[in-house]
């Protein structure tokens, strides 16, 4: 009896093989691969259920209680647009000063800016929060004007800055949503409350 038909046969039923291995291991890395598709979004769904949750939190806060901003009092509002800043080699000690203030842990809590009316305090403060905010590291500001309705004086000044910080820290929300349901009318109370 001849071996060659023996191998042959042989040699075909390997070659079989090998393409129904081959095919068995694409199915298997498709599989793989759905399934980390599968995990992935997964993961999605916990990010944007989280996601809509802080949105709740924001949306609450603004049909429960709508925070009474005081117009133009941002740094870069369009009532003060064209506002000045310091030019690039003017006030630089101060708002070197003012830029380590903020970025030592050891700091004070304030870095209190004030001199006569006309100095160019305000020049300086849109100055520095035009470079924080470029930097990132502008929660809020607030900027007075005397003479006007809701700049003029303090009474707004809690929510807008409340408002500014949500804004840029999403999980500040559900805590302000909470010392508001505690106390609704907590807005227009003195500054000590």
Same mark, same amino acid.
């Given at each position: 009896?001849?071996?060659?038909?023996?191998?042959?046969?042989?040699?075909?039923?390997?070659? *079989?093989?090998?393409?129904?291995?081959?095919?068995? *291991?694409?199915?298997?890395?498709?599989?793989?691969? =759905?399934?980390?598709?599968?995990?992935?979004?997964? *993961?999605?769904?916990?990010?944007? +259920?989280?996601?809509?949750?802080?949105?709740?939190?924001?949306?609450?806060? +603004?049909?429960e209680f709508s925070l009474p901003i005081a117009e133009g009092a941002f740094w870069n509002s369009y009532?003060?647009?064209?506002?000045?800043?310091?030019?690039?080699?003017?006030?630089?000690? =101060?708002?070197?000063? #003012?830029?380590?203030? +903020? *970025?030592?842990?050891?700091?004070?809590? #304030?870095?209190?800016?004030?001199?006569?009316?006309?100095?160019?305090?305000?020049?300086? +403060?849109?100055?520095?929060?035009?470079?924080?905010?470029?930097?990132?590291?502008?929660?809020?500001?607030?900027?007075?004007?005397?003479?006007?309705?809701?700049?003029?004086?303090?009474?707004?000044?809690?929510?807008? #800055?409340?408002?500014?910080?949500?804004?840029?820290?999403?999980? =500040?929300?559900?805590?302000?949503?909470?010392?508001?349901?505690?106390?609704?009318?907590?807005?227009?109370?003195?500054?000590?409350?």
């Amino acid at each position: 009896m001849s071996l060659q038909p023996f191998t042959s046969v042989t040699s075909q039923r390997l070659k *079989e093989l090998r393409t129904s291995v081959k095919q068995e *291991e694409q199915k298997l890395y498709q599989w793989v691969q =759905l399934n980390q598709h599968l995990q992935h979004g997964e *993961e999605a769904k916990s990010i944007l +259920a989280r996601l809509d949750e802080m949105s709740r939190s924001v949306q609450a806060i +603004a049909q429960e209680f709508s925070l009474p901003i005081a117009e133009g009092a941002f740094w870069n509002s369009y009532m003060d647009q064209h506002e000045t800043f310091c030019l690039d080699l003017t006030r630089t000690k =101060l708002r070197c000063q #003012i830029s380590e203030w +903020a *970025e030592s842990s050891e700091s004070k809590c #304030i870095f209190w800016l004030n001199g006569m009316a006309g100095t160019g305090m305000s020049t300086i +403060a849109r100055t520095v929060a035009k470079i924080f905010n470029g930097k990132g590291q502008l929660g809020a500001s607030f900027f007075f004007k005397k003479g006007e309705a809701h700049r003029g004086n303090a009474k707004r000044f809690i929510p807008t #800055i409340v408002k500014q910080l949500i804004l840029h820290n999403h999980q =500040l929300a559900s805590g302000v949503l909470g010392a508001i349901q505690n106390d609704p009318d907590i807005s227009p109370k003195a500054f000590q409350e």
